[in-house]
C-alpha cells in the first residue's frame, strides 16, 4: 500500500490566517492526490484534485500544489466556513486510493 | 443535479453479511465509477472500493476477501456487501462518485458527489 501522511494533525489558526497543511506518499504518486474538507456529520466535499486543479465551485482562496511525494494544500486567507478536517487521498494506480489520517482546523 | 442515498440495515451482527445500496438520482448511473468509503466514529476515511457501470471493479486489497460490490443501471443503484463481519467494522458508510478529469493529457479521478453517509453498527 501506499502510504499518506499529513502534518499538522491539527491546528489552530484564526480567521484571515493564511494556513498550510502537507501531505506525504510514501511513493512517488505523480500528481495522482486529492484533498477533500470535511465538517462534523457531514460527507468530505473535494476541494483539489490531480493536486492542484480547483473543483468546481470551490473558492479561489484554496490552493494545492507538489508532485511526486510531496503536497501541499494551501488556503490564503481562512474564512469561518473553513473550520473543518482535511483529507489527502492518493488516487495513483496502486490500491488502495489511501487517504491520509487528517488534519483537524481549528479556531485560535 | 446528481445526488446520492445510502440505505440499508442500521444493525448488523457479527459473523453476518453488511449490505447497502445507494441510490443515484438527478442524472444516469451510466459511464461512471462509483465508491464506497466508511470512516469509524472519530477516525479517517478508508477507501473500501468502487465499481465501474459495466461491473469492473477495484476493492481495497485488506477487504477484498469479503467485498462485493453490484451495480444496477436499471434502477440506477449501485450495492455494496461486506461478509463476516466484527465489530470493526462499524462506521459510517458512504457512497460517492468517481469522476475523471484531463488534466495535461492525463485522466485523474477524484469523488466529487457523496451521499450524506449511513451509519452501520455491529453488535449482537
Known amino acids: 500500500d501506499i502510504q499518506m501522511t499529513q502534518s499538522p494533525s491539527s491546528l489552530s489558526a484564526s480567521v484571515g490566517d493564511r494556513v498550510t497543511i502537507t501531505c506525504r506518499a510514501s511513493?512517488?504518486?505523480?500528481?495522482?492526490l486529492n484533498w477533500y474538507q470535511q465538517k462534523p456529520g457531514k460527507a468530505p466535499k473535494l476541494l483539489i484534485y490531480?493536486?492542484?486543479s480547483l473543483q468546481s465551485g470551490v473558492p479561489s482562496r484554496f490552493s494545492g500544489s507538489g508532485s511526486g511525494t510531496d503536497f501541499t494544500l494551501t488556503i490564503s486567507s481562512l474564512q469561518p466556513e473553513d473550520f473543518a478536517t482535511y483529507y489527502c487521498?492518493?488516487?495513483?494506480?496502486?490500491?488502495?486510493?489511501?487517504f491520509g489520517p487528517g488534519t483537524k482546523v481549528d479556531i485560535k | 443535479q446528481v445526488q446520492l442515498q445510502e440505505s440499508g440495515p442500521g444493525l448488523v451482527k457479527p459473523s453476518e453479511t453488511l449490505s447497502l445500496t445507494c441510490t443515484v438520482s438527478?442524472?444516469?448511473?451510466?459511464?461512471?465509477?462509483w465508491s464506497w468509503i466508511r470512516q469509524p466514529a472519530g477516525k479517517g476515511l478508508e477507501w473500501i472500493g468502487r465499481?465501474?457501470?459495466?461491473?469492473?471493479?477495484n476493492y481495497n486489497p485488506s477487504l477484498k476477501s469479503r467485498v462485493t460490490m453490484s451495480v444496477d443501471t436499471s434502477k440506477n443503484q449501485f450495492s455494496l456487501k461486506l461478509s463476516s463481519v466484527t465489530a470493526a467494522d462499524t462506521a459510517v458508510y458512504y457512497c460517492?462518485?468517481?469522476?475523471?478529469?484531463?488534466?495535461?493529457?492525463?485522466?485523474?479521478?477524484?469523488?466529487?458527489?457523496w451521499g450524506q453517509g449511513t451509519t452501520v453498527t455491529v453488535s449482537s
Open positions: 460517492a462518485r468517481d469522476i475523471p478529469a484531463m488534466v495535461k493529457d492525463y485522466y485523474y479521478y477524484g469523488m466529487d458527489v
Open positions: 465499481i465501474y457501470t459495466s461491473g469492473s471493479t
Open positions: 487521498q492518493q488516487s495513483y494506480s496502486t490500491l488502495p486510493f489511501t
Open positions: 511513493q512517488s504518486i505523480s500528481s495522482y
Open positions: 438527478g442524472g444516469s448511473i451510466s459511464s461512471y465509477y
Open positions: 490531480a493536486a492542484s
